[in-house]
């Protein structure tokens, strides 16, 4: 993404389900940014049992050395998902009429792809009235969170 002029990376952790983990906003791509944000993940969410990236050779050295009984895998098509999750942020970049500062896109990302999760549940794996219910409790934990936050 390019930000006043200058190209970042946005990197992005995305689970099994396809929703986004943690998402990080670098302006390198290298092992030392790879260690960064894996760092970070696993102090998160623990070990992963497996990890696929694209060919990028940066996370081999990072994987290996902080996840060695990981599975790292990295082969064209299995980082499919986390491809298409980029889709509604640069739908949302566009809306906005792009980034303006680092620290914007990182505090707005990070953000609204939580709250995406929660709002947008997988449509294709639920059933009408399951999707319903998701929705009602979306809104009232929604709710909860408004009132929490002006008590």
């Known amino acids: ?14 689970d099994a389900n396809g929703d986004v983990l943690d998402i990080l906003v670098q302006p390198k791509r ?6 960064r944000f894996l760092k970070r993940l696993i102090a998160q969410f623990g070990n992963p049992r497996v990890v696929i990236t694209d060919k990028l050779r940066s996370y081999f ?8 009984c990981a599975d790292h895998r990295a082969h064209k098509g299995l980082n499919n998902r986390i491809e298409g999750s980029h889709r509604p942020t640069r739908r949302r970049e566009k809306i906005l009429g792009r980034f303006k500062s680092l620290h914007q896109a990182q505090r707005f990302l990070a953000a ?7 709002f947008r549940p997988r449509r294709y794996r639920l059933s009408t009235t399951s999707y319903r219910h998701a929705g009602d409790d979306a809104i009232d934990l929604w709710t909860g969170y408004a009132t929490e936050m002006t008590a």
Do not use: C, E, F
Request: positive net charge; aromatic residues 8%.
């Open 112 to 118: 609204h792809d939580q709250i995406n999760t929660i």
């Open 61 to 68: 050295k990072p994987i290996r050395d902080l996840v060695p």
């Open 30 to 35: 290298n092992a030392k940014s790879a260690m």
């Open 1 to 14: 993404m390019r930000i006043n002029g200058v190209n970042y990376w946005l990197w992005r952790a995305v």
